[in-house]
């Protein structure tokens, strides 16, 4: 049992904090879905961390207050991005409590350095977001105290505290939208948990590699692929920059006579020339970030509290007219929108080389704004847009009032099979209306059906139904009634099938088993075997099977 932890352990949990990071970094960086300038948040933390470790390495002294001033003045040096920000003020925080211990600290110490931490990341944040890791580590601070009676064992500890964490972290995206809408968890968030996961590996003795993040916030992840990949990201419809400069630089060597106080003076006073401000620090060094018209303006504050080093000021405006341009050039004529649930339906329209493909359909319609949303994401003039369910049509055609540049051109997809079809007669060699029609044709060449349970006792197109009774349908009607759901999926295709029919293919989903779907090509192919039969995981909710023939 470990109850406390010295000078020595403590720099070993820093240091391993930052490696299990930059190991997990890349997984780190793929949850960041928002188009940031600064960079990633993995990379972000990362490099953030190594500035610390650099300055505590440097670090002769092994007292506490030398090393936790070295960490604080190391992560606040190398500070880059939101999250790396954020994260430094974090440190800064628990190193502005550890600094205080002569010898060792225990639980509780940590538990009051953990709340320390909290209040300085959030008073780093000109208007703080929940839903971000500044929820996560609030969330870890407002239980660390209870924790650290319950347990004097600093194993027993952290693991409770990384636990918290992570029920934290899975609550990022209820509280901020735009994660729930990507589908990921609060990249940061995950970010200071792999560095948690670092503290309790150092305490442990145990190994650090790249699979010692949680696999919940990588499956978190791969959902998100429903939008494309994290390259594309980004609304294309750049618009105007309200302030043209980033401006960033260190205040050092400040005057004598400055105080804390004209510290947060000069953060209100540049947040009257701009946003996106940052001005977090100390009497021996402070950070500033602001995006401004005045740069000059920013800079002469504050001389008024020291001398300016490492000053960096960027034109966002040719920034924005160099991606304007780019976005541009790259333009194409056309690309491809689906809608659909189910992640190997998702990736079967990918391979059709559907730009982008979002999440809906039966019992999760999108909106038009989603939809909207997601065609100004494509980098083309003109978007097919395959609803793939009946009740999508409609928002997909209001959402034509709602794109800019775009032309939105729907072609009335009832089911994903349809989608299918429609995705594979497109040809980018030929025109807009040449397209449009030769898909509108293809979906009037397929025939589709999907099987499910009936939800309720009812009568209905010649069936007596019972709940829970295995049927099957196309979209208007139910054609078939089966004892389980293989004998239901040959009736359906049986009610379906043409003379003509050459093709049969059956997509599985989330409630069915490899298995069960072999079982169940091998008896198609039996019962139908003037057709070829094939057989793809669609991972879609609510249907067991969809079918189409061809």
Do not use: W
Not at 135 to 144: D, G, H, K, P, Q
Not at 423 to 432: T, W
């Amino acid at each position: 049992m470990q109850k406390t932890i010295n000078s020595t352990e403590f720099r070993k949990m820093v240091a391993n904090g930052a490696r299990m990071l930059e190991i997990n970094r890349a997984k780190v960086d793929a949850l960041n879905v928002f188009p940031v300038p600064d960079g990633d948040t993995g990379t972000n933390m990362s490099l953030t961390m190594q500035s610390a470790i650099k300055e505590m390495n440097a670090c002769s002294s092994n007292r506490f207050q030398e090393i936790c001033d070295a960490v604080s003045k190391g992560a606040l040096k190398g500070a880059r991005g939101n999250s790396g920000v954020i994260s430094s003020q974090i440190f800064r925080g628990i190193c502005s409590v550890l600094k205080d211990t002569k010898d060792s600290f225990d639980t509780k110490t940590f538990a009051k350095a953990m709340e320390a931490g909290t209040k300085v990341a959030y008073s780093a944040v000109s208007i703080p977001k929940e839903g971000t890791i500044l929820t996560v580590v609030r969330l870890m601070s407002e239980s660390a105290v209870k924790l650290a009676q319950k347990n004097k064992d600093f194993v027993d500890f952290f693991t409770a505290l990384i636990e918290v964490g992570d029920e934290a972290l899975a609550k990022t995206p209820e509280l901020l939208p735009v994660l729930k809408k990507a589908g990921v968890v609060d990249s940061g968030g995950v970010g200071l948990m792999t560095i948690m996961r670092g503290f309790l590996a150092a305490i442990t003795g145990e190994e650090i590699d790249a699979n010692s993040i949680p696999t919940e916030a990588a499956d978190v992840k791969n959902e998100n692929d429903m939008f494309g990949d994290n390259s594309d990201i980004i609304n294309l419809d750049l618009g105007d920059i309200e302030f043209a400069y980033c401006t960033e630089f260190f205040i050092i060597h400040l005057k004598q006579m400055t105080t804390l106080a004209d510290i947060d003076k000069l953060k209100e006073k540049l947040m009257s020339i701009g946003d996106s401000v940052i001005c977090i620090g100390d009497l021996e060094l402070v950070k500033v970030h602001v995006h401004t018209n005045t740069p000059g303006v920013a800079l002469s504050y504050a001389l008024e509290l020291g001398e300016l080093d490492r000053l960096k000021i960027e034109n966002m405006l040719e920034e924005n007219r160099a991606l304007k341009a780019k976005l541009e050039a790259e333009k194409k004529e056309m690309g491809m929108l689906a809608i659909c649930a189910g992640k190997g339906l998702e990736e079967i329209f990918k391979d059709l080389m559907c730009d982008r493909v979002i999440e809906g359909g039966q019992t999760m319609n999108p909106s038009a704004q989603d939809i909207a949303d997601a065609v100004q994401k494509i980098n083309a003039s003109n978007v097919f847009v395959f609803p793939n369910n009946s009740n999508v049509i409609l928002a997909a055609e209001q959402a034509k009032a709602l794109v800019n540049n775009r032309t939105i051109h729907v072609i009335p997809t009832k089911n994903v099979p349809q989608g299918f079809s429609a995705a594979l007669a497109f040809n980018p060699d030929e025109s807009v209306p040449e397209n449009k029609t030769n898909m509108t044709h293809a979906i009037d060449n397929v025939a589709s059906g999907m099987v499910t349970h009936a939800v309720r006792d009812t009568t209905m197109n010649g069936f007596k139904l019972k709940t829970g009774d295995i049927i099957g349908l196309d979209n208007k009607r139910i054609l078939a009634k089966g004892a389980n759901v293989s004998d239901a999926t040959v009736s359906l295709l049986k009610a379906l099938k043409k003379p003509d029919h050459e093709m049969i293919t059956l997509y599985y989903g989330a409630d069915v088993t490899e298995e069960d779907a072999s079982a169940l090509t091998e008896k198609v192919q039996e019962e139908f075997p003037e057709c070829e039969v094939d057989c793809h995981f669609g991972g879609q909710p609510v249907y067991y099977y969809m079918v189409s023939l061809e």
